[in-house]
T-cell receptor
Framework: DAGVIQSPRHEVTEMGQEVTLRCKPI?????LFWYRQTMMRGLELLIY????????DSGMPEDRFSAKMPNASFSTLKIQPSEPRDSAVYFC?????????????FGDGTRLSIL | KQEVTQIPAALSVPEGENLVLNCSFT??????LQWFRQDPGKGLTSLLL?????REQTSGRLNASLDKSSGRSTLYIAASQPGDSATYLC????????????FGKGTHLIIQP
């Protein structure tokens, strides 16, 4: 079975540029999560969707960040304009909601460097 | 606000030893607790999930316990192997229907051959 697929794996760009991270969840999973991992703060939840609807975006750091899920098989996390402090590894995860105690399955992440 | 702490931050032991990783959380109103493994440059792999009503879960050489009332969980690894070297992360899912996880910062484990 294909796992959660994230692209790109690495992104290096200059500050001020728009960055778009992409995620394809596992087929049949109806919950999708975006996390950010840094050395200082560890893994933090940014936003999650159930059935393509954003449920909790309280972790999104500021208005420069936005996330969409136009359909069940695709989500994007966009940063515009990007800043050096946005440099981190961004993870997407998905899970099935058909049973309450299901684990989240993570992609391999996008390592983002803002110069 | 829920806070998750993992001790120790790093651990290095010889191959074959049994070891215990610790996780504590400040708000006992959790739905479940998960232990993950993270290899360098990779995502997280779920190892064990303990429901709030359970006391422990086992998978092969791994055993995780949960004491919800005291806000503690342990991950026990028996007969450690070099392939167990990784970062181990503990995460809690809050009660009340929210689904996002709150993570500890992890324990970086090295098993010496």
């Amino acid at each position: 079975d294909a796992g959660v697929i994230q692209s790109p794996r690495h992104e290096v760009t200059e500050m001020g540029q728009e960055v778009t991270l992409r995620c394809k969840p596992i087929s049949g999973h109806n919950s999708l999560f975006w996390y950010r991992q840094t050395m200082m703060r560890g893994l933090e939840l940014l936003i999650y969707f159930n059935n393509n609807v954003p449920i909790d975006d309280s972790g999104m750091p500021e208005d420069r960040f936005s996330a969409k899920m136009p359909n069940a098989s695709f989500s994007t996390l966009k940063i515009q304009p990007s800043e050096p402090r946005d440099s981190a590894v961004y993870f997407c995860a998905s899970k099935t909601g058909t049973a309450m105690n299901q684990p989240q399955h993570f992609g391999d992440g996008t390592r983002l460097s803002i110069l | 606000k829920q806070e998750v702490t993992q001790i120790p931050a790093a651990l290095s032991v010889p191959e074959g030893e049994n070891l215990v990783l610790n996780c504590s959380f400040t708000d006992s109103a959790i739905y479940n607790l998960q232990w993950f493994r993270q290899d360098p440059g990779k995502g997280l792999t779920s190892l064990l999930l303990i429901q709030s009503s359970q006391r422990e879960q086992t998978s092969g050489r791994l055993n995780a316990s949960l004491d919800k009332s005291s806000g503690r969980s342990t991950l026990y690894i028996a007969a450690s192997q070099p392939g167990d070297s990784a970062t181990y992360l503990c995460a809690v899912r809050p009660g009340g229907g929210a689904d996002g996880l709150t993570f500890g910062k992890g324990t970086h484990l090295i098993i010496q051959p």
